[in-house]
């Protein structure tokens, strides 16, 4: 399993489109074959910048979305109301806790 983050951040006119559009495909993506888990984060101090943070099966799998129809869709459309380029992140988990995880000694 991987976890694939990104940065986003809109011009501050546009981030309410953003919102309009991922309405529209939020389920297509989560739906997408390979994909296990999404979330969309807001910044709290600065609302122009989200992130998606999204568990793949598989590099495989993610490769496989990133050469879709329904990502280049949508890529195609919001990649315009970018303030700067996008960054992404493909992570390998190194640990995963909860506060009812925690290990005492």
């Known amino acids: 399993m991987i976890t694939r983050i990104v940065k986003l951040r809109f011009k501050e006119e ?8 991922f309405e529209e495909v939020k389920y297509k993506v989560v739906n997408f074959p390979g994909c296990i888990e999404m ?14 943070y999204s568990l793949w099966e598989d590099t495989a799998a993610l490769e496989n979305y990133r050469l879709s129809e329904t990502f280049n869709g949508l890529w195609g ?8 380029k996008a960054e992404a ?6 640990f995963e806790g909860t506060n009812k995880s925690v290990k005492s000694d």
Do not use: A, G
Request: glycine letters at 0%; hydrophobic letters at 45%; charged letters at 20%.
């Open 14 to 21: 546009r981030i309410s489109d953003f919102f309009e559009i």
């Open 39 to 52: 979330k969309l984060l807001q910044d709290h101090s600065s609302p122009n910048i989200v992130f998606t």
């Open 77 to 84: 459309t919001i990649k315009p109301m970018f303030e700067i």
């Open 89 to 94: 992140w493909t992570l390998d988990v190194q």
